[in-house]
């Protein structure tokens, strides 16, 4: 089912990532990252634990100094600027962080929580923040009378929608959402993210989704940027990632999956075996060799670089191969079974 209409190519970006390092002293979290957002789409971003991925969202919100590179928003270098010059621009750019509990202050009432972006930026009386406040908790499912408890009082799909309520109270254009519904049951995530999706629709919002689950980026993006070791190895449209991955990262994502149907679905074995190298020291060459199971001797000397294609999509693999018609191939089509997977098993339905 397709939930949004994919921005035209040509749409100016709102957002624009350019080489982007942030390095933890000899941590090499985010290792030079480009990408970008349009008005109105959605990018997920998709990787394992410990892959740079919540770092990469910190640093484009100005919650993490860069080591180097460059966000734009709207053309305009938005990094590494006064923080008074900053501060203006926190009303364009929100975050919904992970833990929906953590990031509520558990002192505060949850109307004082969402009314607090409108205070610091002065927007507003008194009765027209409390007002307002009303309106987003609506807006997110959540009852009038709910203002005056505290966090606690609230399940984890609850609160969460509290952070959403906070992020949208400034009406922003570009919303980080740093793996929003992992801490949530299966069953709540499908809630939470329909909301998204439909309050996208509505506002005309933009998205950098966070996730480790495949599949629930798989529902909500236009877009899907696979990163491992603080990389982008893959970029491809949410059909083509699902059904045609090109990276043996991305593939070996895929088949880890569980498939709502074990017996129609046609994934190749392909398994990745052992664990992601320490970002303090990254394998020379292709990061991905030391466990990639097509591996040649290139791969352990060279490093790929992250190659545009004609169809759209982008891949940092030395052995995806393009033909003459244009058609990529993966190295995971010459050497196993292709995949033809099922569609993800989330119970998702719009709300």
């Known amino acids: ?20 390092v942030k390095h933890h002293g000899q941590v090499r979290a985010v290792d030079g990252v480009s990408f970008h957002i349009r008005a109105g789409e959605t990018v997920g971003l998709v990787g394992e634990s410990g892959c740079g991925k919540s770092t990469l969202g910190r640093a484009i919100m100005g919650l993490a100094p860069l080591t180097s590179g460059e966000v734009r928003l709207d053309g305009a270098v938005i990094s590494g600027l006064p923080y008074a010059q900053v501060r203006p621009l926190r009303k364009r750019m ?3 962080f992970q833990d929906p509990y953590a990031s509520l202050n558990p002192r ?17 009386s008194a009765k027209a923040r409390r007002a307002q406040v009303i ?24 609160r969460q929608r509290v952070g959403i309520a906070r992020a949208l109270a400034l009406s922003p254009a570009l919303i980080v959402a740093d793996e929003p519904v992992s801490a949530l049951d299966v069953s709540v995530q499908a809630q939470v993210v329909n909301l998204m999706v439909r309050l996208q629709q509505e506002m005309g919002l933009s998205y950098l989704f966070i996730s480790h689950d495949l599949a629930v980026v798989h529902y909500i993006a236009d877009r899907i940027l696979v990163m491992y070791l603080g990389k982008i190895v893959e970029v491809s449209d949410r ?21 709502p149907d074990p017996a129609g679905a046609h994934r190749p074995h392909l398994r990745i075996e052992g664990d992601m ?19 040649v001797e290139r791969c352990a000397s060279e490093e790929p670089a992250l190659r545009a294609l004609n169809d759209g999509r982008s891949v940092a693999c030395h052995l995806v191969e393009v033909s003459a018609d244009g058609i990529a191939h ?3 089509e010459r050497t196993a079974a292709p995949i033809r997977s099922a569609e993800p098993a989330l119970p998702l339905s719009p709300s």
Request: charged share 20%; net charge positive; hydrophobic share 35%.
């Open 1 to 20: 089912m397709t939930l949004q209409t994919p921005m035209p190519e040509t749409a100016a970006p709102l957002l624009e990532v350019r080489d982007l």
């Open 239 to 259: 059909a083509r990632v699902w059904k045609q991955p090109l990276h043996p990262y991305t593939a070996g994502l895929l088949a880890a999956h569980p498939s």
């Open 277 to 295: 190298p320490s970002p303090t020291a990254p394998p020379p060459g292709c990061r991905f060799h030391t466990r990639c199971p097509f591996k």
């Open 135 to 158: 309106e987003l908790m609506a807006r997110v499912g959540l009852p009038a009378d709910a203002a005056g408890r505290f966090p606690h009082e609230f399940s984890g799909g609850q």
């Open 108 to 124: 505060r009432r949850v109307g004082q929580i969402i009314e607090e972006p409108l205070k610091v930026h002065g927007l507003g």
């Open 330 to 332: 993966a190295p995971t």
């Open 94 to 96: 929100q975050m919904v």
